[in-house]
Structure formats: structure tokens, C-alpha cells
T-cell receptor, first 110, second 117 residues
């Protein structure tokens, strides 16, 4: 079965501090991993995807197959980064059905 | 419209009633998804359409839930004999893909908040 675990429900940091949102997954095959974000009063939207190896808004995420993790990192958090973050996976080459974690609420304090 | 549109945005109903939730995807998107999000949880997959057909309905919790997409565009999620436990935000999303095109980018609507009293 596919499962995504985000161990932290809440995470609070100060502006300019590094931030790491943890994500672990369980899947027997080789999944595609994603981070979605929901800012206050906005829709859920894609932040970044593993396969693109991109950096969006200063965030990066590295897939660690040995630890089955896909943690989201940013070296210097900004107040506008405050949002709900969801890690998600989909089977590689399968349907585009996404399996989401429960989410982490990030608050960046001034 | 520019994005995925869902109606109604809020629906309050009584236990046992029938409810329909509508989703209008982004024009040209062949794939359409329904998710349910309960308080404090991530979105939970319900059903996925590729065109008019339900390619994966494994997330529908029971036979009270049904969804259609008769012309491959607008979709309706139907809930019969609603129960208090059905209260949640129902999210619709669409994407370009399908047929193995696995981009993972789903475009979400704002959701329909269902409250069953």
C-alpha cells in the first residue's frame, strides 16, 4: 500500500532561519514524489516535483531512496512561506492519482 | 474560466438527504479527480476520470457515493443518504495528463464544504 507520513503537524520558525519539513513514504515500487502548498485562502497548488529537480521559491527537496524520504528544505525562511505543506506520491508510470500526507502547517514568525 | 470551478462552495444538509457537488475542470484537461479532505487531514483520493470513464474509483468509501462525467468535461459527485461523517471539504482537480503522462501537476478547485447536520 502507498502511504505518505509527515510527522510534524505544526512547525514554527523565525524569519531567516533554515526550515525542513519532513516527509517519509512507503511504496513497494518507484514513486514520483511531490510537494503541494496551500497558502491562506488560496487553492492547493504544486510547489515542486522530484523528477524536475527544481528549486521553487528557494525550496528544494531531495529524494532519499534508502531512507524513503523526501524532505523539503529552505535555507532562509520568509514570512510569506507560512502555509500548509503536503507531501504526495504517485506510482511512476501509473495513474496520476496522488496519495497525500496529512500536512504540516509552517508558521514563519517575524 | 481560468481555473477549476466547484459549486456550491458551501452546502449544509440534513442527515439522510441527497447531495450533488459539481466540478467544472480547466478546458482541455482530460483527467479529473475528486478528493475529500476532513479536518486536520490531507486530501483523500475518491475517484479519477480519464475522459468520460472512471479509470479508478477505488477511493469511494461505499455505494452511497457515485460520480459521473458524461461528456468528459463537467463532473458531478453524488452522495445518497448523507451521514454526519460525510462532512468534509470535497476537492476537485483536473490535469492535462492520463495515458501514462505522469506530470503530477493537479490543478485544484476551491472545494465544496459539505456539512451534514
Amino acid at each position: 500500500a502507498q502511504r505518505v507520513t509527515q510527522p510534524e503537524k505544526l512547525l514554527s520558525v523565525f524569519k531567516g532561519a533554515p526550515v525542513e519539513l519532513k516527509c517519509n513514504y512507503s511504496y513497494s515500487g518507484s514513486p514520483e514524489l511531490f510537494w503541494y502548498v496551500q497558502y491562506s485562502r488560496q487553492r492547493l497548488q504544486l510547489l515542486l516535483r522530484h523528477i524536475s529537480r527544481e528549486s521553487i521559491k528557494g525550496f528544494t527537496a531531495d529524494l532519499n531512496k534508502g531512507e524513503t524520504s523526501f524532505h523539503l528544505k529552505k535555507p532562509f525562511a520568509q514570512e510569506e512561506d507560512s502555509a500548509m505543506y503536503y507531501c504526495a506520491l504517485t506510482p511512476r508510470g501509473g495513474s496520476e492519482k496522488l496519495v497525500f500526507g496529512k500536512g504540516t502547517k509552517l508558521t514563519v514568525n517575524p | 474560466g481560468a481555473g477549476v470551478s466547484q459549486t456550491p462552495s458551501n452546502k449544509v444538509t440534513e442527515k439522510g438527504k441527497y447531495v450533488e457537488l459539481r466540478c467544472d475542470p480547466i478546458s482541455g484537461h482530460t483527467a479529473l479527480y475528486w478528493y475529500r479532505q476532513s479536518l486536520g487531514q490531507g486530501p483523500e483520493f475518491l475517484i479519477y476520470f480519464q475522459g468520460t470513464g472512471a479509470a479508478d474509483d477505488s477511493g469511494l468509501p461505499n455505494d452511497r457515493f457515485f460520480a459521473v462525467r458524461p461528456e468528459g468535461s463537467v463532473s458531478t459527485l453524488k452522495i445518497q443518504r448523507t451521514e454526519r461523517g460525510d462532512s468534509a471539504v470535497y476537492l476537485c482537480a483536473s490535469s492535462l495528463g492520463g495515458g501514462g503522462l505522469n506530470t503530477g501537476e493537479l490543478f485544484f478547485g476551491e472545494g465544496s464544504r459539505l456539512t451534514v447536520l
